[in-house]
């Protein structure tokens, strides 16, 4: 199977993607260290859906992908890909969502695994009050994608 791996430049910063023909598998924000670029044609759509993301021209992605991980953190990934653009559920609402309140502190700690963030929208999960808690890629990014959609979708709205 042809591995493949392509860096893009965003407003978060520089964005790793690897994957290969099965699909993607991680997605990492990697500040200042480079990567090594190969069979880049691979991840072509990938790293147009995310550009057209970053621009504003697109709400949900169309990839395939493929993240790894235990059977209850894709139950939860999976979960997370069913919160709308530009919406915003509680830790709480995530565990409710999955059936069991009782599993929130390991849906949290699932949603803060999640190997495909901005895809997979774990951004779009913040505390019961509100408050940004806890992002893979810092606080700022979680905020800065969360203002990005709402503004895109008043954008929107106001034509």
């Given at each position: 199977m042809n591995r493949a791996q392509a860096v893009i430049t965003s407003p978060l910063g520089n964005v790793l993607l690897q994957g290969s023909e099965a699909g993607l598998e991680r997605l990492d924000f990697i500040d200042d260290?480079?990567?090594?670029?190969f069979n880049l044609e691979i991840l072509a759509s990938h790293v147009a859906q995310l550009n057209e993301f970053f621009d504003g021209t697109r709400e949900s992605f169309n990839l395939l992908l493929l993240p790894l991980g235990t059977h209850f953190q894709m139950n939860v990934w999976d979960e997370l890909s069913k919160i709308p653009y530009a919406n915003t559920w509680s830790y709480e609402r995530l565990a409710i969502a999955l059936g069991d309140i009782k599993t929130i502190r390991a849906a949290a700690t699932a949603n803060g695994r999640n190997p495909l963030p901005i895809?997979?929208?774990?951004?779009?999960?913040?505390?019961k009050s509100g408050e940004l808690s806890g992002y893979s890629g810092g606080v700022w990014r979680k905020r800065w994608l969360i203002e990005h959609e709402q503004r895109n979708v008043q954008?929107?709205?106001s034509f």
């Open positions: 260290r480079e990567a090594e670029i895809i997979i929208p774990c951004h779009r999960v913040i505390g954008l929107k709205i």
